[in-house]
């Protein structure tokens, strides 16, 4: 009986001074470590939740939006306005005749272009108003220098058709009671051969206005080709006038009515 007393009082005894082997492991920061390191492996990965994948998926379509927008559109062009006012210029039209394209024909052209506001998305009447407003106030138009020769190409003939009666309008409305004889002249433009537009740069003029030249050249005798190019296209009708030459285009396609009285030739 005393003998197992004894031995309850050791035990008890050694329970109290003996630490716990297993707990101070587990206690270490090292176990603890790779506890964490367990437990992580053994949770699986959740699916995006439902909202999440929309907040993704949403997230992405605005991305392709925005990369959509501001990449450039297609041009989209159905019908191309020259002028020529000496600076020769070209506008590109879409079906909705708004200017996608704006383009110098000669050296002119050029630096015009670069000197007044840029065109593109103005609708064509509003584009008109520009272009006369700043060849005026440049002096490219004036009492002395009234003509603008002009032409509208494109495939597709109704709409070359609406955009003519709309230009053969639109000009002179905008240079009225601003340009004391201002008038207008149907020029022929479009499917320039490469000799023909290199010829135009040789002289430093659009391929329209070398044609006219060129048209009334071959029309007389009385003068040379260097005499033609340097003159105003207002000197150039008169000759045309006067040796009976025939306008150089046979005029507006069918159903379309040429421009108002005294502002351009009759067709």
Known sequence: MRDKRIERRLRSAAK??????????KASSTYQDHMEEAHQKRIPKRAPSFGLRYVYAATVVVLLLVVAFLLPFGEDIETSVY???NPGIRLDLDGDD????????????EQFLQ?????????????????VDEAIGQGFLSDE??????DVV??????????????????????QGRVEGFAIMRGVAGDETPEEAARARDHGMSVMRLRLVEHIFAETDDFDFDDLQDLPVQDL????????IPEPHPGPPDGVPGPPDGAGPPW
């Open 16 to 25: 109290k001074d003996t630490p716990d082997l297993k707990d101070e492991i």
């Open 83 to 85: 002028l020529d006012i």
């Open 98 to 109: 708004v200017v996608k394209g704006l383009a110098p024909t000669n050296d002119d052209g």
């Open 115 to 131: 000197t007044i506001a840029d065109t593109r998305g103005f609708t064509l009447d509003d584009a008109i108003d520009q272009i």
């Open 145 to 150: 220098t009234p003509f603008i020769v002009y």
């Open 154 to 175: 494109g495939e597709d003939e109704s709409h070359r058709g609406r955009v003519l009666g709309k230009l053969e309008e639109r000009l002179p409305e905008a240079a």
């Open 237 to 244: 009708r008169e000759i045309m006038e006067d040796k009976g």
